[in-house]
Every structure is written in structure tokens, then in C-alpha cells.
């Protein structure tokens, strides 16, 4: 059955291509099996092909996202979806491998899942229908509030101090952020470029704001 808050259904969790990924079943059949709620007894017959690191063979999805909520980073993802962006999926994807804390989708509830790998069934999504809302749960989590968007007066993200609690806000694709999220922010930060295309692609975006907030307070 497909997802009622996206449009499309994403592919599918397992590994289908011509070449297997992952690993086999257990060695040693049954018997071998590791005493541990964590393991998913399917998988542990059939072998884990999904797309998670090697930590992670074998485990079942609630262990694996109970044990990514012991270590995500406090830092959450926001992405206005006024007009069907499908770089959403790009984005959640993106924010598993960063542990984020969480992606907030604003304004449009349903979105297409495919660029997301699969990584929507461990990475917490939330939904607010507009910016108002956004902030206000931002503010109630005392979470500053950090639009990424080249438009005039942001500052470069390049200087900046990305605070450690946050949000990273992201506009639509082609129009960016609207004039509501942008004045409600408590920073505006822009992605310095160097060559002809006046912006580049939300998802690309996030990935480098994501991964300045890493080399600012993560350690490896």
C-alpha cells in the first residue's frame, strides 16, 4: 500500500539490481542464530540485503532506529513543499546519513519518496502546514532557526557560526525561501558559488549546509 503522505511509493527496501549487496543468511543455520531481541529472525534465515551500514546486518527497523535515537545529532532539516519538490527524498536521505534529528516537510503533506532510498523508515519526518507553524514549534523547542538562501544580505555559510541546536531551513526549488520564512529566521545564510548558474539544487544545498553543521560540532 503506498505511503497516504507521498505521491509516489519509494523503491523498494531490498536490493534487486543484478549484482547481490549485503550479506547471506546467519552461518550456521538456526542454531547459530545470536541471542538478541536486536536481530530479525527473516533476516537472519534469508540473508540482509537492505541498504544500511554493516552495523545494522540483520537487525530489525525498530533496533535500528531505537539505537539511531540514542546518537542523532541536534540539529533538524526543514524544507518548505509549496509546489511538489522532489528533492525532498534527496534531502531525508541525506539527513539519515548525518543522524539529523528529525526532517520537517513545510506545507504540502504528501511528497515523493523515491530519492529517499528507503531512509524515510529510519529517519524521523514531521509535517507543518506552513512556516508559522514551523517556527513556532522551532521556538518552543528553543531551536534557532537558520535559512539557507543566496538571496541579498545573508551572510556567507562559510564564515558563519552554525549554532549547535537548529534548524536548517530550505526554500522551494527554483523560487527559494518564501519572505515569511526568511524573516522569521534567525540567520540567513548563503552558499558562496563561483560560477554562471545563479542557484544551485535544494537537495545539493542541504547536503553542504548539513555537512558544515558536521565539521562544526561532530566528531568523527
Do not use: K
Amino acid at each position: 500500500m503506498n505511503d497516504p503522505d507521498t505521491d509516489e511509493p519509494g523503491p523498494t527496501e531490498w536490493h534487486t539490481g543484478p549484482e547481490p549487496v549485503g550479506v547471506g543468511p546467519w552461518p550456521g543455520g538456526p542454531e547459530a542464530w545470536p541471542d538478541d531481541p536486536r536481530y530479525d529472525p527473516e533476516l537472519l534465515a534469508a540473508g540482509d540485503r537492505r541498504n544500511v551500514v554493516d552495523r545494522y546486518r540483520y537487525w530489525r527497523r525498530e533496533a535500528v532506529v531505537a539505537d539511531l535515537d540514542q546518537r542523532r545529532h541536534p540539529f533538524h532539516v526543514a524544507i518548505e513543499n509549496l509546489h511538489h519538490d522532489a528533492n525532498i527524498g534527496t534531502i531525508v536521505r541525506t539527513a539519515n546519513a548525518f543522524a539529523a534529528a528529525a526532517v520537517h516537510v513545510v506545507g504540502r503533506r504528501r511528497w515523493n519518496r523515491r530519492g529517499a532510498m528507503v531512509t524515510d523508515r529510519y529517519q524521523h519526518v514531521h509535517h507543518h502546514p506552513d512556516v508559522a507553524a514551523l517556527l513556532a514549534w522551532a521556538r518552543g523547542e528553543d531551536l534557532a532557526v537558520v535559512a539557507v538562501d543566496n538571496g541579498p544580505g545573508a551572510t556567507a555559510l562559510e564564515s558563519a557560526e552554525l549554532p549547535r541546536r537548529c534548524v536548517l531551513l530550505f526554500g522551494q526549488e527554483g523560487v527559494g525561501l518564501t519572505p515569511e520564512a526568511v524573516s522569521g529566521a534567525d540567520q540567513v545564510l548563503a552558499i558562496a558559488q563561483y560560477g554562471s548558474t545563479r542557484s544551485i539544487n535544494a537537495g545539493v544545498a542541504a547536503g553542504i549546509a548539513m555537512h558544515a553543521w558536521i565539521r562544526a560540532h561532530a566528531t568523527p
